[in-house]
T-cell receptor
Framework: ELKVEQNPLFLSMQEGKNYTIYCNYSTTSDRLYWYRQDPGKSLESLFVLLSNGAVKQEGRLMASLDTKARLSTLHITAAVHDLSATYFCAFQYGNKLVFGAGTILRVKS | GAVVSQHPSRVICKSGTSVKIECRSLDFQATTMFWYRQFPKQSLMLMATSNEGSKATYEQGVEKDKFLINHASLTLSTLTVTSAHPEDSSFYIC????????????FGPGTRLTVT
């Protein structure tokens, strides 16, 4: 079964704190994506991870990939209110994407 | 590059009518286009995959006669929701791939459909 388990599903964070979102996927894949979605909007691509050990960083977000463990993480450093959104991971399977359920992130001041 | 547009962004229609949503790749030719629907606080659900000039491939459980997909050119795909009912109200998102190797998808801004 093609499956992505994302956790937590809901994350309430204090500004300035660090946290990690986990994404476990069920089968071998060449590409792992992270997206951000704001309310009422479509998906915004954050990261594409292509190989084992890949790490990418943009601002306060850092994504990594462990293909052997079929695990990707999205680490948030010193959260700010602007990061409040829903974050999805997805892995590529053939020509399709298999999405996780999404993590709703709320950053509180 | 890799911009995908959708039209309309919002549509309200009466129950029993049909509504067409357009998805265009603006600066590239799309080998494959994808249609998703998303209910509130849920993930994206793939409805169908289409290639230019071919019949769409629908995911299990998606009614082909209700959700008509036409991929008439390398830059345009349309989704027609026929005989719409309130339960079809959803956020519909299209995406497009510009190569048949990586199939990296570029997402449109979405269409909010409300059926009254």
């Amino acid at each position: 079964e093609l499956k992505v388990e994302q956790n937590p599903l809901f994350l309430s964070m204090q500004e300035g704190k660090n946290y990690t979102i986990y994404c476990n996927y069920s089968t071998t894949s060449d590409r792992l994506y992270w997206y951000r979605q704001d309310p009422g909007k479509s998906l915004e691509s954050l990261f594409v991870l292509l190989s084992n050990g890949a790490v990418k960083q943009e601002g306060r977000l850092m994504a990594s990939l462990d293909t052997k463990a079929r695990l990707s993480t999205l680490h948030i450093t010193a959260a700010v209110h602007d990061l409040s959104a829903t974050y999805f991971c997805a892995f590529q399977y053939g020509n399709k994407l298999v999405f996780g359920a999404g993590t709703i992130l709320r950053v509180k001041s | 590059g890799a911009v995908v547009s959708q039209h309309p962004s919002r549509v309200i229609c009466k129950s029993g009518t049909s509504v067409k949503i357009e998805c265009r790749s603006l600066d590239f030719q799309a080998t494959t286009m994808f249609w998703y629907r998303q209910f509130p606080k849920q993930s994206l659900m793939l409805m169908a995959t289409s290639n230019e000039g071919s019949k769409a491939t629908y995911e299990q459980g998606v009614e082909k006669d209700k959700f008509l997909i036409n991929h008439a050119s390398l830059t345009l795909s349309t989704l027609t929701v026929t005989s719409a009912h309130p339960e079809d109200s959803s956020f519909y998102i299209c995406s497009a791939s510009r190569d048949g190797v990586t199939y990296e998808q570029y997402f449109g801004p979405g269409t909010r459909l409300t059926v009254t």
